[in-house]
Nanobody, 125 residues
Framework: QVQLVESGGGLVQAGGSLRLSCAASGRTFSTTMGWFRQAPGKEREFVAGITWNGGKTEYADSARGRFTISRDNAKNTVYLQMNNLKPEDTAVYYC???????????????????WGQGTQVTVSS
């Protein structure tokens, strides 16, 4: 079992920044970690992912150039630095993990077994 707890969400004006954190506990942190988001009335979508050692990262087109994913394995924490936020970034953001993924990043939510409870990000115009 892996427990994931997100934090760092909040209300920010367009153009502002937030840094989300995902603290992991449980069996192992040596897995690929992903960030997903879900806006009201929309499907959950991939935002960014990072392999177990940080050697590979992937971003959705909407996030590339504005968001940066990173991890600190000593702290069992993954981060999502979000800059130049836009109103369309408003969503609940979730982190996810799966022990079968550690050298690849999957953009498919169904490939991740463990999920956090989510943190709300609201960007005002």
């Amino acid at each position: 079992q892996v427990q994931l707890v997100e934090s760092g969400g909040g209300l920010v004006q367009a153009g502002g920044s937030l840094r989300l954190s995902c603290a992991a506990s449980g069996r192992t942190f040596s897995t690929t970690m992903g960030w997903f988001r879900q806006a009201p009335g929309k499907e959950r979508e991939f935002v960014a992912g990072i392999t177990w050692n940080g050697g590979k990262t992937e971003y959705a087109d909407s996030a590339r150039g504005r968001f940066t994913i990173s991890r600190d394995n000593a702290k069992n924490t993954v981060y999502l630095q979000m800059n130049n936020l836009k109103p369309e970034d408003t969503a609940v953001y979730y982190c996810a993990a799966d022990p079968s993924l550690w050298t690849v990043v999957s953009v498919q939510s169904w490939e991740y077994t463990y999920w956090g409870q989510g943190t709300q990000v609201t960007v005002s115009s």
